[in-house]
């Protein structure tokens, strides 16, 4: 063998070592449990994690879409990201083009992993991260909310964002970098309220996305939780949720409550722009307590 | 000729006054439209601000003063159709105003038409029972504008 040619052999070896590297470290993880116990589904707390979630929010229907479909999450809307745009998926249960023909393990593990049935990655504009830390009982019980929607018929379209399935591979890089998310540590000295609110706020109402700054790589810098960031669509600025009445953006807990509940109706006006109206339509269908356990775990954020 | 002096005094002072008015319309017409917005915008979320505390039953209910709050509103409304000339989605001082308000005109102005008749409505209730869903209209016009045509503000 030539010196070139060990040389090229060489170079190809550390190539191949490389690649099978990235496979191995993006290697897309699933739901890993037998077959799931049963459970009672329970309905209202199912509707309760969609609402707080704000799926509708982001799997809307395109505008112009007429009528009872406009409530339902088909998805279709475009989700413009610093990354590319996205069109969030249909959720209702059809066959071919919603989540009629997925298993609940298939749905866990989209929504604990960010991993679809067929194995890939999900890009973390999907806020799987906050999802994971929910309680199993809240996801099981929005599945069978989910299921219970009547089906739409919305075929679903491919992100456009440059070298696509290289990059949706890379992101299994990405949520190594980004750790296991750690769901918030319960504090005995608070209220229930209190505790409740955490987990509403960090788990499945997932505020941290929009709300807590980002680092270079997109990962979430939790020493700075709910500081404000970046608008993910380029908007300017995420407001803080930190230090809310210190501010004197709201009074108390109270007062944060009935803004999330009535938003602009009464007069509230920063819960409008940048997509938070949306959310905020979603909020106001909760019931009132959820939302005091929201704005009392807010306004102790110094 | 035979001018009185009293005439070629009217006719020094009524160019002058004429002057002076156009003088008077033009510095109006430049003030910085996203100034001039901005104001009326902070007028009536104030006006919204007063009441919200009557619905949160902070205030009383009173006919005349739902009545000022929501003409303070109409007003404003009105006069925001003047205030986001062609071209000043961006200027001396910060706007939130984003540019799909100029692509999409129409609808702008629909929406603030909407607005501005929910406004008129609620200046005419004086039935207690008719104003939260009075105001509530309100609110969602005010809402289903900023949505779509206002950057998030911290």
Known sequence: MSRRRRRIAGLAAVALLALLAFLILTRPRAFET??????????????????????????????????????????????????????PGNLTPDRETGLGGWTEAEFLTAMVHGVSPDRRHYFPAFPYRAYAVARSEDLRDLWAYLRQLP??????RAAEIRLLPLARRTVGLWK??????????????????????????????????????????????????????????????????????????YKDAAELALALQFGETLGYDKLASGGMGAIQTELSQLPPAELRAIAEYLVSLP | MNRSPRRSLLSMLVPAALAVALAAASVAAEKEPIQARQ?????????MKALGAIARKEAPFEAAVVRQNAETIASG?????????????????????????????????????????????????????????ALGRVGNACKSCHEKYRRPKE
């Open chain 1, 151 to 156: 089906a739409v018929r919305a075929p679903g």
């Open chain 1, 34 to 87: 037998g077959p799931l116990p049963p459970a009672s589904a329970d309905l209202a707390n199912g509707e309760l994690v969609f609402r707080v979630g704000g799926c509708l929010a982001c799997h809307a229907a395109p505008a112009g879409t007429p009528g009872a479909e406009r409530a339902l999450p088909t998805g279709g809307t475009p989700l413009p990201t610093p990354v590319g745009t996205f069109y």
């Open chain 1, 176 to 249: 190594r970098l980004a750790g296991d998310p750690r769901p918030p540590a319960a504090d005995p000295a608070q209220s229930a309220a209190w505790n409740r609110g955490a987990y509403l706020v960090h788990g499945p109402g997932h505020c941290g996305e929009c709300h807590t700054p980002r680092n270079l790589l997109r990962i979430r810098d939790e020493r700075r939780a709910l500081a404000g960031g970046a608008h993910p669509a380029g908007e300017g600025k995420v407001p803080s949720l930190r230090g809310l009445v210190a501010r004197h953006r």
């Open chain 2, 77 to 133: 409304l009105a006069a925001v159709a003047e205030l986001f000339p062609e071209g000043s989605d961006r200027g001396a001082i910060e706007t939130w105003a984003r540019p799909e308000i100029w692509a999409n005109r129409a609808d702008f102005e629909a929406k603030r038409t909407a607005a501005h008749a929910a406004a008129t409505d609620l200046a005419a209730v004086t039935d207690e029972a008719a104003f939260a869903p």
């Open chain 2, 39 to 47: 104001d009326a915008m902070e007028a009536q979320g104030a006006a």
